[in-house]
């Protein structure tokens, strides 16, 4: 977590106590929904972003040479809006696989489309055909899902699915 998310806890935290205090359940619940997809949205990214690093930091544990670069606070779009988070970019020789995760973070940033939580990009250098563009939805167990979005479908993203996309930077 980073500094930044870190300060919005608190102030979230702070901003539903004065509403509790201040009479105003409807904006307590409304914070207190803020804060719980906060944390589905970061874990779910950890997962994407994690997931990617563990391939990569065991890969380079077997000679792979894959350089790791990670940005928090990266800024990317989808559609009109501007999605807030982190971005993963792996690299061997020419080869580059990036994955961008985020969600809108101010009002100005604009809001995510279809019903989602947050946004997600897996990109492969020189192989856009390859591309994935993920949207994250929360699911009637609680557990958020990410998603490919393939042609109007919504095809569920796998951890297999997830290491496929890996093999194509570290195949030969």
């Given at each position: 977590m980073?500094?930044?998310?870190?300060?919005?806890?608190?102030?979230?935290a702070?901003?539903?106590?004065?509403?509790?205090?201040?009479?105003?359940?409807?904006?307590?619940?409304?914070?207190?929904?803020?804060?719980r997809?906060?944390?589905?949205?970061?874990?779910?990214?950890?997962?994407?972003?994690?997931?990617?690093?563990?391939?990569?930091a065991?890969?380079?544990?077997?000679?792979?040479?894959?350089?790791?670069?990670?940005?928090?606070?990266?800024?990317?779009?989808?559609?009109?809006?501007?999605?807030?988070?982190?971005?993963?970019?792996?690299?061997?020789?020419?080869?580059?696989?990036?994955?961008?995760?985020?969600?809108?973070?101010?009002?100005?940033d604009?809001i995510?489309?279809?019903?989602?939580?947050?946004?997600?990009?897996i990109?492969?250098?020189?192989?856009?055909?390859?591309?994935?563009?993920?949207?994250?939805?929360?699911?009637?167990?609680?557990?958020?899902?990410w998603?490919?979005?393939?042609?109007?479908?919504?095809?569920?993203?796998?951890?297999?699915?997830?290491?496929?996309?890996?093999?194509?930077?570290?195949?030969p």
């Open positions: 980073t500094e930044l998310d870190e300060a919005w806890e608190i102030a979230l702070q901003a539903t106590r004065r509403a509790h205090t201040g009479g105003r359940a409807d904006l307590a619940r409304y914070l207190d929904l803020r804060r997809n906060d944390l589905l949205r970061r874990a779910a990214t950890d997962w994407l972003v994690d997931g990617l690093f563990t391939m990569a065991d890969a380079n544990r077997h000679g792979a040479a894959i350089q790791i670069e990670r940005h928090e606070d990266h800024r990317f779009t989808r559609g009109a809006a501007t999605m807030v988070g982190t971005q993963l970019t792996l690299r061997r020789g020419v080869r580059a696989l990036t994955v961008e995760s985020g969600w809108p973070r101010r009002p100005g604009g995510v489309r279809g019903n989602a939580l947050a946004c997600a990009n990109k492969h250098l020189g192989r856009t055909r390859n591309n994935a563009e993920l949207i994250l939805v929360s699911s009637a167990r609680g557990a958020p899902q998603f490919v979005l393939d042609d109007d479908a919504r095809l569920l993203l796998t951890g297999i699915e997830l290491r496929r996309h890996f093999s194509l930077l570290v195949e």
